[in-house]
């Protein structure tokens, strides 16, 4: 995942601050069954100027479940020709 949006810092002793964030990341979704996968995500964001020193690297990790949807391949096999 590759992204640019806006970081919005609001500081303790009142203020704020918006500024350009760029975010890098990947991913990988696992399927343990038919509509259940399980799911990771890292990623790492870099603010612009002066927010510089606020840099962040979530790890998110999560647990996905399909409600009545088909797959790809399910759905790709069984369209007719």
Do not use: T
Not at 28 to 49: F, H, I, K, T
Not at 68 to 75: F, L, N, T, V
């Amino acid at each position: 995942m590759l992204g640019l949006g806006a970081l919005n810092a609001y500081f303790k002793g009142g203020g704020r601050q918006v500024e350009i964030a760029g975010r890098l990341g990947a991913g990988v979704d696992v399927y343990v069954a038919r509509d259940v996968s399980l799911n990771v995500e890292g990623s790492y964001m870099l603010p612009a100027q002066s927010l510089e020193d606020y840099q962040i690297a979530p790890l998110l990790a999560g647990i996905q479940y399909r409600f009545g949807a088909r797959s790809a391949r399910e759905g790709a096999a069984a369209a007719p020709q």
